[in-house]
């Protein structure tokens, strides 16, 4: 089935508006994606007809705030492979990964232990672990990447030691576009018996994502990067892990029976969600899955390949260096490239007055800009809702930058 | 004052000494060499002072990053060159207080530089602007030039 952008595009009352007085050609769902109607209207809904705390009153309303809560839950696994069990709700990626470190890593990672990431890391999945190594005198390793962007993967056996206790990286790279062999990794952590966390924000909204196959033992992704609200988020966990694991934050609801003086644990997943939780961007991020399944999984990602292939061919046309794989089938739809004399900043500014969007900067990724050597790059990043009339429109405005700058 | 499009501002303001960079390069002997960036953008600079009494006697700047960040250096440099310390601060003070829109800025003190009030309008861009000028300060800060 192949996707019919006019009509999809209607579903995103964002485009209604003009940007700088241009019809808007948004190319940084990267950042944070445009929400479709469907998922505006849920949310309002929930708050119009089924609004109030949930797993708490014994009312038919708070019955269905509960109800709703808890499918957008079973949503949430649904669109990772996952039963509803292991899924704890979150504000986003960085808040999952963050649950991580201060529960089961705490609890497992020690003086003269190793942490491994790679060297493509978002800094929301290299701080956290930064920080987690300094307080436990462990050491943060990093995975080297090729020239191509693609992970070093001759050299994981001598990265993976006895001494490594997790593995922390990215399904999907919001710089290159590199997709990960995360399963591979997964396989030689767990020879050696360290665990496995996927940040999988780039990946969730655009690719096929199964915590099966890749056999990882915990997963992050966040709502608003694939047509949910802002503040909600999935941490996925083994269950077994999270059964041993102590909680993340301490309040309200999180307990199952409490003294003056101590308590014991609601049950999974329960016990990570502490106090009044996000409901309504939950249930929000819960018809964004409904929405993306409608559309469908592989239609997706078809799209997006084809997509990606003719930016990068017309990109390559401007004379404008690209990073991350040449091979569409090893990247998603994020393009990050520079145009000669044209700093990433100049033409940002210079296109939005075209009404496009595109991001520039470091992409909250410091050390992997340090690595390709260059302070910053321009990316354009693609969605349901883009195609090929949006890299026209950028291709021109780029094409006006540069006669500027000649 | 007639509002500069983006275009007219590129061209007509910045573009001419992103191009061509006046003062560019070390200075040596200086008395105070300071390097500050925009964490956020990577702009960068690398400013040189070197001062004859309470006069700015040379000044010179090393830099990378955006056309609006080194510009607007390269600006600041031509305009602060020879002039007392106090009035390169008087005339740092008067941009940045243009750039937050809490003054129109006065063509008296400011002369083609009231040319960079067209940066106002891209907010996200007005600290690549300000980069050369805050540095500036510091550099008159850190050589004992300053009053307040
Ligand atoms: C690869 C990657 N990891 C983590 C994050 C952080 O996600 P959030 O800001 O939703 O917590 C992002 C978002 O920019 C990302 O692209």
């Known amino acids: 089935m192949s996707m019919d952008v006019d009509v999809i595009r209607k579903d995103f009352p964002i485009f209604e508006t003009p940007a700088n007085g241009k019809p808007l050609t948004y190319l940084d769902s990267a950042s944070s994606s445009q929400k479709p109607r469907q998922v505006i209207d849920r949310i309002v809904r929930f708050y119009e007809t089924e609004n109030a705390n949930v797993h708490r009153g014994a009312y038919q309303l708070s019955e269905m705030a509960t109800a709703a809560y808890e499918g957008a839950r079973e949503a949430c696994g649904r669109w990772i492979g996952s039963p509803s069990r292991n899924i704890i709700f979150t504000r986003g990626t960085t808040e999952s990964i963050n649950a991580v470190r201060f529960t089961w890593a705490n609890q497992n990672v020690g003086a003269g232990d190793e942490v491994l990431v790679t060297e493509m890391e978002h800094h929301s999945n290299l701080i956290p672990w930064q920080l987690l190594t300094q307080e436990k005198g462990a050491t943060l390793r990093h995975l080297p990447i090729d020239d191509e962007g693609l992970l070093r993967m001759d050299l994981l056996g ?4 006895e001494r490594t206790k997790l593995v922390a990286l990215p399904l999907m790279s919001n710089v290159l576009g590199t997709i990960n062999p995360v399963a591979e990794v997964a396989a030689a952590a767990h020879a050696a018996g360290a665990k496995v966390v996927v940040d999988a924000a780039q990946a969730a909204p655009h690719i096929k994502v199964d915590v099966a196959e890749l056999d990882c033992d915990f997963l992050a992704y966040s709502s608003h990067k694939m047509c949910g609200p802002t503040g909600a988020g999935v941490l996925y966990g083994r269950i077994e892990l999270l059964e041993e ?3 993340f934050m301490g309040g309200g609801e999180m307990i199952r029976e409490v003294w003056a003086d101590r308590a014991t644990w609601n049950e999974v997943p329960f ?3 502490a106090g009044t939780m996000n409901i309504a961007q939950a249930v929000g991020m819960g018809a964004a899955v409904e929405y993306l399944e409608a559309l469908g999984e592989d239609a997706i990602r078809d799209h997006e390949v084809r997509l990606t292939k003719y930016a990068m061919g017309r990109l390559e046309e401007t004379g404008a260096i690209i990073y991350g794989p040449k091979d569409v089938s090893k990247r998603g739809g994020v393009v990050s490239f520079n145009l000669d004399d044209v700093h990433p900043h100049d033409l940002s500014t210079i ?19 340090r690595r390709l050597g260059v302070p910053a790059t321009a990316r354009a990043s693609f969605y349901v809702y883009n195609d090929e009339r949006d890299v026209d429109v950028l291709i021109d405005a780029m094409a006006e930058a ?3 700058f000649a | 004052m007639v509002r500069l499009s983006l275009e007219e501002l590129y061209k007509e303001v910045i573009l001419d000494h992103y191009r061509a960079p006046r003062n560019k390069g070390r200075l040596d002997p200086h008395d105070v060499a300071l390097e500050r960036n925009n964490p956020l953008c990577g702009d960068e600079i690398e400013l040189f002072v070197k001062f004859a009494g309470d006069d700015v006697e040379g ?5 990378k990053g955006c056309s609006i960040s080194q510009a607007s250096a390269s600006m600041m440099t031509e305009k602060v060159q020879g002039l007392p310390a106090k009035d390169a601060q008087l005339v740092a003070e008067s941009i940045k207080r243009m750039m937050a829109g809490e003054e129109e800025g006065d063509v008296e003190t400011l002369g083609d530089l009231i040319s960079l009030k067209g940066v106002v309008k891209y ?4 600290k690549c602007a300000l980069l050369g000028w805050n540095t500036l300060l510091e550099a008159l800060e850190e050589g004992g030039k300053t009053s307040s």
């Open chain 1, 158 to 161: 001598e990265y993976i030691t």
């Open chain 1, 245 to 247: 694991m102590p909680p």
């Open chain 1, 271 to 273: 016990k990570f969600e």
């Open chain 1, 351 to 369: 296109v939005d007055q075209h009404g496009v969007c595109i991001r520039a900067g470091h992409h909250c990724a410091q050390p992997l800009m």
């Open chain 1, 402 to 404: 540069k006669g500027w």
């Open chain 2, 59 to 63: 000044i010179a700047f090393e830099g």
């Open chain 2, 123 to 126: 907010p996200v861009r007005i």
